[in-house]
């Protein structure tokens, strides 16, 4: 980590890149990483996107600058014989409607709220975005500690019909 000293680095072209894994997860150097593992005879079995792979957390929906098209790409790492993983921040509000959310008092989101009809929705179809229409293979998911808790969050009364359980159907 940068606290200790340690900064990513990658070769990118005649480039050398310091950046976050964050800014490292681009079509394009993952691309890079690849060819450069094929050069040493290295064949990764499970690609793992990690975080920023997503335009906003909560839709799942491809950054399409750093990722053109995931879906090809997806379909291009599976007839090479890989799996791929996509990272999901967990009940992230980015990109959520605010109805959908656990919220402070003054109607900032905090988290998705999957006790609610909408918050499971959003969820859901997150999750089906990513196993079905980018046809990854799973996901690494992340934050699933990071629930909300304490006495001044809110909660869309009308979308409240206490725990409901939470189908992703897949």
Same mark, same amino acid.
Request: with cysteine; proline share 8%.
């Given at each position: 980590?940068?606290?200790?000293?340690?900064?990513?680095?990658?070769?990118?072209?005649?480039?050398?890149?310091?950046?976050?894994?964050?800014?490292?997860?681009?079509?394009?150097?993952?691309?890079?990483?690849?060819?450069?593992?094929?050069?040493?005879? %290295?064949?990764?079995?499970?690609? *793992?996107?990690?975080? !920023?792979?997503?335009?906003?957390?909560?839709?799942?929906?491809?950054?399409?600058?750093?990722?053109?098209?995931?879906?090809?790409?997806?379909?291009?790492?599976?007839?090479?014989? !890989? !799996? /791929?993983?996509?990272?999901?921040?967990?009940?992230?509000?980015?990109? =959520?409607?605010?109805?959908?959310? *656990? !919220?402070?008092?003054?109607?900032?989101?905090?988290? *998705?709220?999957?006790?609610?009809?909408?918050?499971?929705? /959003?969820?859901?179809?997150? *999750?089906?975005?990513?196993?079905?229409?980018?046809?990854?293979?799973?996901?690494?998911?992340?934050?699933?500690?990071?629930?909300?808790?304490?006495?001044? %969050?809110?909660?869309?009364?009308?979308?409240? =019909?206490?725990?409901?359980?939470?189908?992703?159907?897949?």
């Amino acid at each position: 980590t940068p606290a200790m000293g340690i900064h990513p680095r990658v070769e990118h072209g005649s480039h050398l890149i310091t950046a976050t894994a964050a800014a490292l997860c681009r079509q394009d150097v993952y691309d890079t990483f690849l060819d450069r593992l094929d050069a040493h005879g %290295l064949d990764p079995g499970t690609l *793992v996107l990690d975080d !920023r792979w997503q335009a906003e957390y909560g839709t799942a929906e491809p950054d399409r600058q750093h990722w053109p098209d995931l879906r090809g790409w997806i379909a291009r790492q599976h007839q090479a014989g !890989r !799996r /791929v993983l996509l990272w999901w921040k967990a009940w992230d509000p980015e990109g =959520a409607p605010a109805r959908a959310c *656990v !919220r402070t008092p003054d109607g900032t989101p905090v988290a *998705v709220d999957p006790e609610s009809p909408l918050g499971a929705r /959003v969820v859901t179809d997150a *999750v089906e975005h990513m196993i079905d229409d980018l046809d990854a293979d799973g996901l690494k998911i992340d934050f699933l500690a990071r629930t909300p808790s304490g006495t001044a %969050l809110v909660i869309d009364a009308s979308q409240s =019909a206490g725990a409901m359980p939470l189908d992703l159907g897949v």
